[in-house]
C-alpha cells in the first residue's frame, strides 16, 4: 500500500479528482483520513450477517478500490451472496479488479464502470453508499436515494457514511478542530490537510447528520437509524420496509 503523500506537490486549486494517482495511494488515504474507517467495515459485516438472505446481491456505490466489498465478500458466509462494485473511475477500478484476482475472489466479487447517479440496480439485498453521497449535488440526492431504495428487496438495507457539518457553528469548529487533530496525529503535515481541504471544498457538499437522515425519510425508507459516530463523521442503516 503506497503511502499517501500526494497534496505534499499536488497544490490545492484545483478540485479534487479520482485519478491515477490518488487511485496509487488511495488505501492509505482512507486509513489516514477517515476516523473509524476499518471499525465501520467491520460494523457493517455485523448488520449484513443479521440483514442478508441467501443469494442476496451486494452493492458498493463508489467503491473506489473496492476495499469495503472485498472485506464483505471474505467474511459474509451466507451462500450465494453475489457483490458488485460501482465506480466511474478507471484507475480505481483497475486497483479493485488487481485486488480481487490478488485474493481469489474472481466470480464472486465484480466491478461496473458507471455514473451512480443514473444506475438502476438490480433488486438487492444491501447497498453501500460510504463517503459518497456528498459528491452528488444536493438537489439530487433524494431522487437517487428513492432510486436506490427500490432496488432494494423488502427489508434490505442501506449503510450510508458521510462526514457531516454540525448546525452549530461553536460545536463545528470543535468537530473540525478534532479531526485536523486527527490527521495530524496521522502524518500529516500543515501544507497536505491546507491543500487537500481546498481542493475537496471545491466539490464536497457535506450536510448534517439530521439533514442525511431527512434525506433517506424521503426517499421512502421508514427505518433510520445512526449506529456510528466520531464527532462529524457518521455512518446510518437505512431499511427498506415496504411490503
Known amino acids: 500500500m503506497a503511502r499517501d503523500e500526494l497534496y505534499k506537490e499536488r497544490p490545492g486549486d484545483q478540485p479534487f479528482r479520482f485519478d491515477a494517482k490518488v487511485a496509487d495511494v488511495f488505501d492509505d488515504m482512507l486509513e489516514r483520513s477517515v476516523p473509524c474507517y476499518?471499525?465501520?467495515?467491520?460494523?457493517?459485516?455485523?448488520?449484513?450477517?443479521?440483514?442478508?438472505?441467501?443469494?442476496?446481491?451486494?452493492?458498493?456505490?463508489?467503491c473506489s478500490t473496492g476495499t469495503?466489498?472485498?472485506?464483505?465478500?471474505?467474511?459474509l458466509e451466507q451462500p450465494g451472496l453475489r457483490f458488485i462494485g460501482v465506480d466511474n473511475s478507471p484507475a480505481m477500478?483497475?486497483?479493485?479488479?488487481?485486488?480481487?484476482?490478488?485474493?481469489?475472489?474472481?466470480?464472486?466479487?465484480?466491478?461496473?464502470?458507471?455514473?451512480?447517479?443514473?444506475?438502476?440496480?438490480?433488486?438487492?439485498?444491501?447497498?453501500?453508499?460510504?463517503?459518497?453521497?456528498?459528491?452528488?449535488?444536493?438537489?439530487?440526492?433524494?431522487?437517487?436515494?428513492?432510486?436506490?431504495?427500490?432496488?432494494?428487496?423488502?427489508?434490505?438495507?442501506?449503510?450510508?457514511?458521510?462526514?457531516?457539518?454540525?448546525?452549530?457553528?461553536?460545536?463545528?469548529?470543535a468537530w473540525l478542530d478534532f479531526y485536523l487533530d486527527f490527521k495530524r496525529r496521522n502524518g500529516y503535515s500543515e501544507t497536505e490537510i491546507a491543500r487537500k481541504r481546498q481542493a475537496l471544498e471545491k466539490v464536497l457538499r457535506p450536510c448534517s447528520q439530521e439533514d442525511n437522515q431527512e434525506m433517506l425519510r424521503g426517499a421512502g425508507f421508514t427505518t433510520v437509524e445512526t449506529f456510528s459516530r466520531w464527532f462529524n463523521f457518521v455512518s446510518i442503516l437505512a431499511v427498506n420496509g415496504q411490503p
Request: charged fraction near 25%; charge should be neutral.
Open 93 to 173: 477500478l483497475e486497483k479493485g479488479a488487481h485486488k480481487v484476482e490478488m485474493f481469489g475472489l474472481t466470480g464472486l466479487v465484480e466491478f461496473l464502470s458507471a455514473d451512480i447517479t443514473t444506475l438502476e440496480p438490480e433488486k438487492s439485498g444491501a447497498i453501500i453508499l460510504n463517503y459518497t453521497l456528498q459528491f452528488i449535488e444536493p438537489g439530487r440526492r433524494v431522487e437517487f436515494l428513492r432510486r436506490l431504495r427500490n432496488g432494494l428487496r423488502p427489508g434490505g438495507v442501506l449503510i450510508l457514511s458521510e462526514k457531516t457539518v454540525s448546525p452549530d457553528p461553536t460545536l463545528d469548529r
Open 38 to 62: 476499518r471499525q465501520v467495515i467491520e460494523m457493517t459485516g455485523a448488520i449484513l450477517r443479521r440483514f442478508l438472505a441467501p443469494g442476496d446481491l451486494i452493492y458498493d456505490l463508489g
Open 68 to 75: 469495503t466489498l472485498l472485506e464483505l465478500a471474505r467474511s
